[in-house]
């Protein structure tokens, strides 16, 4: 039985081997210790009285679950304590946090404590996702326009899922690694190294429902997956949680569509701690993330709650569906229409 490895060894194997990355990849073992305190909660919710809303609205106007707080306590609690974040941004909080007066480390991060939120009472998979990236001032209190960071200026990014099993997956430029929760050991054990996205799926994932207020490129796109136009057979899979589509596309391959609509311009997912990590998770592992028309790992955030469009997934569908976007539908059928 080959030695099992912990995140904590691969962690200090890839500092090792990476002279100088600085000591962020120690938030991502932080992460991780945080994430099995949320998972037990996640568990246990049923049994201890946390499902259910709690009443409150949030920034965004979405009424908050009992776990999304939960979860963002938890969060917030241990990874203040670590000496390495000077704040952190949440979906769950309306503006910046700075972890203490004279801000106490190097680093930033950014979370949604609980995706899926609509999925927590049902008991269908949701998850965490977060990211970490250098703060831009030297010292004192952290002001939100330090978040205001492009994509690519990410230093690590991950999530954590809360599924049938708790797994986490993070990259910090050096390739896609994922790791399943030992609920006997209480470890991270690496379980699937240096993931690779199928350049092409053959799954597309969006909620219909949506369809009469999308445009007409993304209603051609979606139509022309299910008559086979890109010369395989699709199916159709929504779980309504982006962690969970997300990581089944990133292993079996497919496409993940958010788009604007006439009712969301911008669409309804958050650039800084939704589509951002995802994005450089998707593009280390092979695939690509886009508003339809721009990569979203070039966009820089004006504000902390920004909403914006999204595709991502395998490489070839993200490029037809930008294809479609930008020859405004149908011609782009055909790669050669798109040349034109
Ligand atoms: P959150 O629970 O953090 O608000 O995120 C929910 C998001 C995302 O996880 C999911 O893909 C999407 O909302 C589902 O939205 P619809 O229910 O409108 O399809
Ligand atoms: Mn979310
Ligand atoms: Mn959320």
Known sequence: MPTKTTLEIFIRHQRQSRPGSGDYLQLIVDMAEAGKRVAAQVNQAALTGALGSSGQINVHGESVQKLDEAANETFVGMMERGGLLAGMASEEMEN?????????????LVFDPVDGSSNIDVN???????????????????CESEFMQRGWEQL???????????????????GVHGFTLDTYS????????????????????????????????????IDHL?????????TGRYIGSLVADFHRNLLKGGVFLYPADSSAPQGKLRLLYEAGPLAFIAEQAGGKASTGDERILDLKPETLHQRVPLIIGSAEDVDLAERFQSTGGRRAATPEAAVI
Not at 196 to 204: L, T
């Open 186 to 221: 209480g470890d991270f054990i690496l379980t699937h190294e240096n993931i690779r996205m199928p350049a092409a799926g053959e799954i597309y994932s969006a909620n219909e429902a949506n369809r009469e207020r999308w445009s007409a490129p993304v209603r051609d796109y």
């Open 124 to 142: 269908v998979s949701i998850g965490t996702i977060f990211s970490i990236y250098r703060r831009t001032e030297k010292g004192g209190r952290v």
């Open 156 to 174: 690590c990014a991950g999530y954590i899922t809360y599924g049938s099993s708790t797994m986490l997956v993070y990259t910090a430029g050096d």
């Open 226 to 234: 299910r008559r086979g136009g890109a010369g395989r057979k699709y």
């Open 96 to 108: 910046a946090y700075s972890v203490t007066a004279e801000g106490s480390g190097p680093y930033l």
